[in-house]
């Protein structure tokens, strides 16, 4: 036995995305192409710079960047609530709304997990299966044991999402369930507005303690429609949190922007848990990043600034949509008989193709075209220069997998 005080650590078998980023960076082959990382470039390949964000760095300057106060830049935390709630919800203008400024939707979903374990410790926590494994690893790390609800049938091939309702019903009652409102990550396919309310009446009858996770807004059907869901519950008096992130609608990944939002009954509750949050962050990382938070803060309350913005993530979320079916028609092109559906109704930045872990291991030797290994598609990846050879690869496992039953 080792004497060594690091004698028994165990070695980190990697992320299962980012390492495949890792991965595709060491890789020589000058035609290869990066679907795995959840990033949204343009038709060059490129991560954007939005006009808005140039704007607001160009009117902000930058001179020296003081600490932050631990719960964020106040601008900032104010446009979160407008931008995720509504400018005129009864919850924010009643101040029954805490908000924070997070170190991205992680960040935002480990204070989550960090707060509820503090104040709801014990208590059965549910994520979707398939989901962002991140759920997984955020909540255990602060002591929860995590268990998974139906969203993917592998026979069929698509969301089981009545199945999910179902399984929400029968969790235990107050249990924490993770839900994504908007562009479901990996699998693209969201709950109807039926399946909704219907959740959110078992929520609040079953005293459930939902943590929405919106990292997507403004990816599915606009902004403000993206956030009808929230913003209803809100309305209906759940009790309930949102992660938010602006890593990919303001492609600002490296800056870290994200926010929590904590909707109570109260604004006296409201304080005494932004309280609590502050200290959650004071024992984790002490306060925020500045200048990315700034620049968010300018875009979104300046009118003008604003409405670029909301145009630039239209721009976004079309091209993604017009990807899918250009997708979808070059994989027929080659393959007419492969079920190619699922491409153009999912949404969002990503598509879940059901592929089995060979099968995307073979598409990355074989064509250099990089998928993580659940089968998971980055269609913001996609470009008019790289779309038809990643359709000829898809082609040819989708036809592997109708063979094979």
Known sequence: MSTSLFGTVQPYAGDP????????????????????????????G??????????????????????????????????????????DHEAVQSGRIATIQTIGGTGAVGIAADFLAVHTPGRVVAVSDPTWENHHGLFQRAGFATQTFPWWDSV??????????DAIAALP?????????????????????????????????????????????????????????????????MTFFVANSFS???SLYGERCGGLSVVTPSAVEASLVLGQLKLAIRRSYS???????????????????????EDEVASMRNRMIRMRAHLANAI??????????????????????????DAVISMRNNDAVYLIETGRVCVAGLTEGNVDAVAASLAGALKLKQQNG
């Open 156 to 165: 069929r091939g698509e969301a089981s999402t009545d199945k999910a309702v």
């Open 46 to 87: 490129r991560l954007p710079v939005l006009d808005s964000v140039m704007a607001a760095q160009t009117k902000l300057g930058f001179g020296a960047r003081p600490y932050l106060p631990m719960d964020g830049h106040g601008a900032y935390r104010a446009a979160v609530q407008r931008l995720v709630f509504g400018d």
């Open 287 to 309: 306060n925020g990043p500045t200048t990315g938070p700034q620049i968010v803060a300018e875009v979104l309350n300046d009118p003008q600034l604003h409405q670029m913005w």
């Open 173 to 237: 009652q107050g249990s924490i369930v993770i839900l994504q409102p908007v562009c479901h990550n990996p699998t693209g396919t969201d709950f109807t507005r039926q399946q909704q309310d219907a959740v959110t009446q078992l929520c609040l009858d079953r005293r459930h303690v939902v943590v929405f996770d919106m990292a997507y807004q403004g990816f599915g059907d606009g902004v403000d429609l993206d956030a009808s869901w929230v913003r209803r519950c809100a309305s209906a008096g």
């Open 17 to 44: 995305i980012l390492s495949l980023n890792d991965a595709f960076g060491q890789d020589p082959r000058t035609n290869k192409i990066n679907l795995s990382i959840g990033v949204y470039t343009d038709d060059l």
């Open 332 to 357: 027929n092109a080659h393959e007419p008989s492969v079920p190619t559906a699922f491409l153009i109704e999912q949404r969002g930045m990503f598509s879940y193709t059901g592929l089995s872990a």
């Open 248 to 250: 990919k609608n303001f």
